[in-house]
């Protein structure tokens, strides 16, 4: 394939990780595709990670080819910086692709959808975003506008009727099932008896995940995937090990009281996704650990949800007040939690 441009992909995280996406399927439109790293916001402040992304960009010219960025996230808004504002000078860029870039640190909405105390761009600017203050303005992408370079913005956009973010309203009156999904379900067993799970903490986390989290691209009528509990024995082992394995972050209230081994009996711990885009994973302590696995789901999901889970199968084992303790074709149990519960762990 000839090649019709150079792409710089620049990778998200919350400037404080590398995320997954590489942008290596924007190759098959006859682009190459060079990453970009920079240095996240515990090693060095804004605007150190411009300077990092214009140097990725000065490797990654090749003669005439034209040169693009792009980025995802964190990534996204660096590639806004970078086409806005150039490499050497404003124009010397030929287009950007933004995915859901942060573009505003003073942005209300964005604070909303996240736990108190975790704002990447405080982490970014070594100091919270204030208006009239220098580092901010300059974050902020709208300062830059004026260049004439073409930019593709591609952001989450909430459903129509939605009463708070990550709300469930807008979805419209009559789902269609996929083309590609099954349409016979299997008939469903009885219930495998089993025993009651361990008793846990309660408690609401505040923040909400963005619209269009995980699952919710294209719904297929089915209820989403909101979190993964893990019962163990010992959370202040296990938060750690499982945060640095999934690559969630636990969140900061968590961290405090796993660094002062201060969490309540019972209480779990709760790793979350900086962007929303993953289920939560919640490391909840147990004196004796369910059997046959230490493992179940927590899915999120309205009344009409809830039907279709259960004419795909599943069986009641119990109602509990706040959700429903359901069973899999082979007896394996899971947890339905209605839309307002959907954050607040168990």
Not at 42 to 66: E, F, I, K, M
Not at 139 to 149: M, P, Q
Request: one cysteine or more; hydrophobic letters at 40%.
């Amino acid at each position: 394939m000839t090649e019709r441009g150079v792409l710089l992909w620049i990778h998200g995280g919350g400037w404080r990780a590398r995320a997954h996406e590489d942008g290596a399927a924007l190759a098959s439109l006859g682009l190459r595709v060079v990453p970009a790293g920079y240095r996240f916001s515990h090693q060095a402040r804004w605007p150190a990670q411009l300077d990092d992304v214009r140097a990725a960009a000065r490797a990654a010219r090749a003669g005439d080819l034209p040169l693009l960025v792009g980025g995802d996230s964190a990534g996204g808004m660096l590639a806004l910086q970078v086409a806005l504002r150039g490499v050497d000078r404003p124009g010397d860029v030929a287009g950007a692709l933004a995915y859901w870039a942060p573009v505003d640190p003073l942005d209300p909405e964005q604070r909303r959808h996240r736990p108190p105390g975790d704002d990447p761009w405080t982490d970014l600017l070594g100091h919270p975003p204030a208006a009239g203050d220098p580092a901010t303005t300059d974050a902020t992408v709208a300062t830059h506008l004026g260049s004439g370079v073409p930019v593709l913005l591609v952001q989450a956009r909430r459903r129509a009727g939605a009463g708070r973010p990550g709300g469930r309203a807008g979805r419209p009156a009559a789902r269609r099932r996929p083309p590609d999904a099954p349409l016979a379900h299997p008939r469903r067993p009885r219930a495998r008896p089993g025993p009651a799970r361990p008793a846990r903490r309660h408690r609401r986390v505040p923040g909400q995940r963005p619209a269009g989290g995980p699952g919710r691209l294209g719904s297929t009528g089915m209820p989403d995937l909101a979190a993964i509990v893990i019962h163990c024995r010992d959370p202040y082992l296990l938060a750690p090990f499982w945060s640095a394995v999934s690559g969630l972050p636990v969140v900061e209230a968590d961290r405090a009281k796993l660094a002062d081994r201060s969490l309540a009996p019972s209480e779990a711990v709760l790793l979350r996704d900086p962007h929303g885009r993953r289920p939560d994973l919640w490391i909840s302590p147990a004196a004796e650990l369910p059997a046959p696995g230490r493992i179940h789901l927590d899915l999120v999901g309205d009344a009409e949800e809830r039907a279709a889970v259960l004419e795909a199968g599943a069986t009641v084992v119990r109602e509990l007040p706040r959700w429903t303790v359901l069973a899999d074709p082979e007896g394996n149990e899971f947890c339905l939690l209605p839309p307002n519960e959907a954050h607040a762990g168990h």
